[in-house]
Nanobody, 120 residues
Framework: QVQLVESGGGSVQPGGSLTLSCAASGSIFSVNAMAWYRQAPGNEREFVARITSGDSTNYADSVKGRFTISRDNAKNTAYLRMNSLKPEDTAVYYC??????????????WGTGTLVTVPS
């Protein structure tokens, strides 16, 4: 009943910016922490950024100062503003969230990802 859908990926030149969105939908009571991860082909999935229900944030060292995670609780949506993009940011970006569905226990969910490409 719950799903996460990412959007906003694309191709950007080095130094450019993109904003990704992650919308949680379905029978939802509340959305707790939300996070972004990324995975490049042949690489392990890695943490990018996280935001709690109280708007506390943390970031991977590789994106600190460049990426900003935020959320709109009324829309059950998280955002990832990516500035000063580098080729090493190229990856599929996945949304992750702890969601409490209506009439069920809180569980962790993954979106299917959105591709961000930053050519060299």
């Amino acid at each position: 009943q719950v799903q996460l859908v990412e959007s906003g990926g694309g191709s950007v030149q080095p130094g450019g910016s993109l904003t990704l969105s992650c919308a949680a939908s379905g029978s939802i009571f509340s959305v707790n922490a939300m996070a972004w991860y990324r995975q490049a082909p042949g690489n392990e999935r890695e943490f990018v950024a996280r935001i709690t229900s109280g708007d506390s944030t943390n970031y991977a060292d590789s994106v600190k100062g460049r990426f900003t995670i935020s959320r709109d609780n009324a829309k059950n949506t998280a955002y990832l503003r990516m500035n000063s993009l580098k080729p090493e940011d190229t990856a599929v970006y996945y949304c992750n969230a702890d969601v409490m569905p209506r009439h069920f226990i809180t569980m962790n969910y993954w979106g299917t990802g959105t591709l961000v490409t930053v050519p060299s």
